[in-house]
Every structure is written in structure tokens, then in C-alpha cells.
């Protein structure tokens, strides 16, 4: 979908997308499940939709998880299935490794890669991968929470930062970890029960299970300011662009203003929690998917409605919004995990 013009350039419904897509080299990836046979990691070309690359899968090898990722590099396409984390040769199209997740199933499951290593939050402990070998660097087990959605790793620096949105009653502290040794550095408790984290600048924020949003000094993990909103809790990783900070609890979009501390805007999202994306800003506008596909002024808040939902395929599903370079917008749009871009 053009973001200028709103117009859709291509898209395809021949099977159900599973797991969140990864761009690279200007094709996006997707797992695909064919109910009557195999699965698939499918790539089309950003531009036009025509399918330039397909991967068969073992049906015992079924991508079938909704809220993990894909990754994609020059080498490598890393992907999950109920159990498994799957380690593809991209050119190739053959599976060097596999690892088990030891977990409640790959749903629960984020990989972050950097510098062939692979780490896998499990939501019961931090795995660093060599991704070679398929054999771990480190284990933490630090982070005991049980994951409510899907919080990634943040990588900054020699850093790695997880946080624990827990599902029960425990309250779980924000974690930093040596990204080469699995060391802890720091926890901080008072950030407890945080969704997905972004830095930016000198500073790593966050939301909270309590309705927090915190600014971390991210080498010594104190508290640089918060912010109460008033909030239920936030599943959702913040973005930020310029002066702006950008965060969704499901049912409301907050513009916070990093310089002054204080919420500019607010916007009451049409959707239940479970159906929005993370915010995505670019081009001084921020887009986030709930009923509609939304972009909003970042500085007024004044949103426009980009699309609204096939009455055939209404939105839902999986909650993903990517922007790329060339102000196009990916992103699925439907219950039916049909993809659409």
C-alpha cells in the first residue's frame, strides 16, 4: 500500500500467513500455511507482489506461530514452528539446525540477531545461538515470567535487554544482560512487568503492565523519568520519532513528548486490545493498525483513515505494521491471517 496515495499495489490470498514478515533486499518473507499440504516461507517483490522466492516445508515443520517473528539475512532465514527454531540456509533452501524451544511452544517465543548470533526469548529463559553450529552461547534464566504477548529482546551496545510482561501475579523487573557472556548488569524494579523497549538517543523507554512509561538510562538501568498515564497496561513496544514518543495500550494511542515529559496527544483506538499493532512512525506521521490502518499527524495527532477492512476479511490477526524506505506500507489485515499489502 502506497502511504502517499493510499492505493494497495498488489497482494495475494492463496494461503494463510503465519508469523510476523521480514523485509530484506527488497522482498518480504512470510511463513504461509497451506491447510491441505506443506508449509511455506514465501517471498515476494516489494514492488510489484510477483512471488521470487518459496521455501517448502516438512508438514511436521509447520510455521504456525502467530505472534513470533521472521528473520531474514544474506545467509539465513530463521523462523519457528510449535516447538522448533528453524535455522534455513536462504540460498540453498535446506535447514542447517533446529533448536527446541523447551517452552510453552514457539507462540511465545522472539528471535533477535546480530553478528551471527541468534537469541531466542522463550518467556522462561534467554538463549544466545551460535548460528553456525545451532549450539548455545549462554543461557539466562534470570527472566521467569511467563510471556502475555510477545516481548522482544532490545539489543544496544554490549547489551541485551529483556523485559518480562508477566501473565500472573509475580512482578517481574526489567533485565540487562552482557549480549556476549549472558552476565546479568542490571535489573531494574521499579520498571517491572515491561513490554518490548526501543532506544533512542541516551535512552531505553518503556511501558509497563501498571500503565507506566519509563526513560532508562540504558548502561546503569536507572530511572531517568516516568510518566503515570492512567493507563491499563501496554502489550505494545513504543516507537520513537523526533521529540515524540509513541505507545498503545490496545484501546488508546499516546503521543508523549520526550523533551517536555508530558503527554501532547491521545487517540482512542475502534479495536479490541488484541487487534493493534505496534506504532510505526516515518515521515513525520505515525501509523498503527486497529480496525483501521490509521496515520496520524505526530505533532496535532489529526489521523487519517488510510484503509478500512474488507467486510469479507475484517481486520485482525496478527498486530504488524512495517514501513520501509520507500514510504510503503506492509501489513496484514485481516482475521483470517490472509495476508494483504
Request: some cysteine.
Amino acid at each position: 500500500m502506497n502511504a502517499q496515495t493510499k492505493n494497495v499495489n498488489w497482494s495475494t490470498e492463496e494461503y494463510f500467513m503465519n508469523a510476523e514478515p521480514a523485509i530484506h533486499n527488497n522482498i518480504v518473507y512470510v511463513g504461509k500455511l497451506n491447510e491441505l499440504g506443506p508449509s511455506y516461507i514465501i517471498g515476494y517483490d516489494l514492488t510489484t507482489g510477483k512471488e521470487v522466492y518459496k521455501l517448502d516445508l516438512d508438514r511436521s515443520l509447520v510455521i504456525r506461530s502467530y505472534t513470533s517473528n521472521l528473520i531474514v539475512t544474506d545467509k539465513y532465514i530463521f523462523a519457528l514452528t510449535e516447538s522448533k527454531v528453524l535455522a534455513i540456509d536462504r540460498i540453498q533452501k535446506k535447514i542447517l539446525w533446529t533448536w527446541a524451544t523447551e517452552s510453552y511452544g514457539a507462540n511465545r517465543v522472539r528471535l533477535t540477531y546480530n553478528n551471527e548470533t541468534l537469541y531466542a526469548d522463550t518467556g522462561e529463559f534467554l538463549c544466545a545461538i551460535d548460528c553456525n553450529t545451532g549450539k548455545p552461547i549462554w543461557e539466562s534464566d534470570h527472566y521467569k515470567g511467563n510471556q502475555l504477548v510477545n516481548p522482544s529482546a532490545t539489543l544496544y551496545k554490549n547489551f541485551i535487554y529483556l523485559s518480562a510482561g508477566s501473565s500472573d501475579n509475580q512482578d517481574e523487573p526489567l533485565y540487562a544482560f552482557d549480549r556476549e557472556t549472558g552476565v546479568l548488569k542490571w535489573k531494574n524494579d521499579e520498571a517491572k512487568n515491561a513490554y518490548s523497549a526501543v532506544i533512542h538517543e541516551n535512552s531505553l523507554f518503556v511501558g509497563t503492565r501498571q500503565g507506566n512509561f519509563y526513560a532508562l538510562d540504558p548502561v546503569t538501568g536507572s530511572t531517568q523519568w516516568s510518566i503515570n498515564l492512567n493507563s491499563s497496561e501496554f502489550f505494545y513496544a513504543p516507537c520513537v520519532s523526533g521529540n515524540y514518543a509513541f505507545i498503545a495500550n490496545g484501546v488508546k494511542l499516546y503521543a508523549i513528548d520526550i523533551k517536555a515529559r508530558k503527554v501532547s496527544w491521545t487517540y482512542y483506538l475502534d479495536s479490541p486490545p488484541l487487534f493493534v499493532s505496534d506504532p510505526v512512525a516515518a515521515n513525520d506521521k505515525v501509523y498503527i493498525k486497529s480496525s483501521k490502518l490509521y496515520a496520524f499527524d505526530i505533532y496535532t495527532g489529526l489521523p487519517e483513515i488510510i484503509s478500512s477492512p474488507d467486510p469479507k476479511y475484517p481486520f485482525g490477526g496478527v498486530p504488524i505494521t512495517i514501513i520501509d524506505s520507500n514510504k510503503k506500507i506492509h501489513c496484514s489485515l485481516n482475521s483470517e491471517m490472509k495476508s494483504q499489502y
